[in-house]
Nanobody, 124 residues
Framework: QVQLVESGGGLVQAGGSLRLSCAASGRTFAGYGMGWFRQAPGKERGFVAAISWDYGFAYYADSVKGRFTISRDSAKNTVYLQMTSLKPEDTAVYYC?????????????????WGQGTQVTVSS
């Protein structure tokens, strides 16, 4: 498994932007599909975005499409989630995840490794 550490969360006003980072350690995430999920209080963890390893295909939840962008920097062993036009309903703990397969996936059960999460709070 790969160890993942998220950073970049914080408090932002509605309409603002944040960039989350997910750094891998222990091994490179070459060959891993990567994803971002989020969990709001009282709700289940839900899919946000994912990116495949092979061709870098990106997939998004409908709720964030057009506002969030997932990307990766293989040289830095880091995956990013650029979030713009943030809304109060984006408030959640955001988790980075890795799966030992090159493809992306939108279901949490396909991921093997998880970070500890980073809090994002959007005020109205």
């Amino acid at each position: 498994q790969v160890q993942l550490v998220e950073s970049g969360g914080g408090l932002v006003q509605a309409g603002g932007s944040l960039r989350l980072s997910c750094a891998a350690s222990g091994r490179t995430f070459a060959g891993y599909g990567m994803g971002w999920f989020r969990q709001a209080p009282g709700k289940e963890r839900g899919f946000v975005a994912a990116i495949s390893w092979d061709y870098g295909f990106a997939y998004y939840a409908d709720s964030v499409k057009g506002r969030f962008t997932i990307s990766r920097d293989s040289a830095k062993n880091t995956v990013y989630l650029q979030m713009t036009s943030l809304k109060p309903e984006d408030t959640a703990v955001y988790y980075c995840a890795a799966r030992s397969a090159v493809g992306a996936a939108s279901e949490a059960r396909y991921y093997d490794s998880w970070g500890q999460g980073t809090q994002v709070t959007v005020s109205s």
